[in-house]
């Protein structure tokens, strides 16, 4: 299995794909991060499923789209990634930023989605990461969001309870992510996009939760319960939103589900996977 480029809005958008005949599954990272955090379910061998995981705009190795700097144009592209696929349907599952973006993918073409799996989302609520706070202002975010070995440890730290989930290969992504030209001043337009000084912005989690009101396909909403970056309290409250939802929280777990508790989250995938 290698990884392709699509050409997406004139930008090469890289993507990795399993193949075979099962229901698609579209898997997206969260910010700053890139495809090689959805390691442990390309490696899982019972997930009847094509799984496909994609570099967002700006990520990993995707080149940057002006029409991509919010969650509204990320959807856009990641439709057009499917399109480019041949893919009607498709299971949507995301952590982060990417539950986030998933949720606007709903928004946009909620007939072509046959399950959701949001895995310790954003945009749910106001309280965030207060380090993400403080670099949505103006010279500080540039200041403290310079790359270096203390920026990969700090990433690192902060998306798992247990860096022994890190695996050498997310590890080395982390790097290149963090040292790819641009990389920074892109993390935080998209950043600000979403964030202020106070926390996540109102009408961004608001319109997430309107969102969640019209689902109607099969879905889990995830958290880990120690996640540093956002609080299992609102996926607790989008289970409120949307009570048909299927609500998982981990124990001994950090922002990053997908990498921390591959069995526990291969298997609410897997039954995602036959109820849709």
């Known amino acids: 299995m290698t990884d392709q480029f699509a050409n997406i809005q004139g930008a090469r958008i890289r993507y990795r794909d399993s193949g075979g005949r099962g229901p698609a599954v579209l898997m997206t990272h969260g910010i700053g991060e890139s495809l090689e955090f959805w390691q442990r379910q390309f490696e899982a061998s019972d997930l009847p499923a094509r799984l496909i995981a994609w570099d967002m705009p700006g990520h990993g190795l995707s080149e940057e789209l002006d ?14 990634l499917l399109d480019h696929l041949g ?12 539950a986030a973006m998933s949720l606007q993918m709903v928004a946009q073409a909620a007939t072509r ?10 945009a749910l609520g106001q309280e965030v990461f207060t380090p993400f706070r403080i670099m949505s202002l103006p010279f500080l975010g540039e200041l403290m969001n310079r790359p270096g070995p203390a920026a ?3 990433q690192i730290q902060a998306i798992v309870l247990r860096p022994d989930a890190i695996t050498p290969e997310v590890r080395t992504a982390i790097v290149r992510n963090l040292n790819r030209p641009g990389a920074g001043h892109h993390f935080l337009r998209l950043l600000r996009q979403l964030t202020h000084w106070r926390g996540q912005r109102d009408a961004v989690w608001r319109r997430s939760h309107e969102i969640l009101r019209s689902v109607k396909a099969p879905t889990v909403i995830m958290h880990g319960e120690q996640d540093m970056v956002l609080p299992v309290q609102h996926s607790r409250a989008a ?13 001994n ?3 990053t589900p997908q ?4 069995i526990a989250f291969n298997e609410q995938l897997a039954n995602l996977i036959a109820r849709a």
């Open 239 to 251: 289970h409120l939103v949307l009570p048909a939802a299927e609500l998982v929280v981990l124990q």
């Open 113 to 122: 989605v046959r399950g959701l799996l949001l895995a310790n989302a954003a």
């Open 87 to 98: 893919i009607g349907q498709v299971i949507l599952v995301g952590n982060s930023l990417g």
């Open 67 to 80: 029409s991509a700097i919010d969650l509204q144009g990320q959807a856009q592209v990641a439709w057009q």
């Open 152 to 154: 990969v440890e700090r």
């Open 253 to 255: 777990c950090g922002h």
């Open 259 to 262: 990498l921390e508790q591959p």
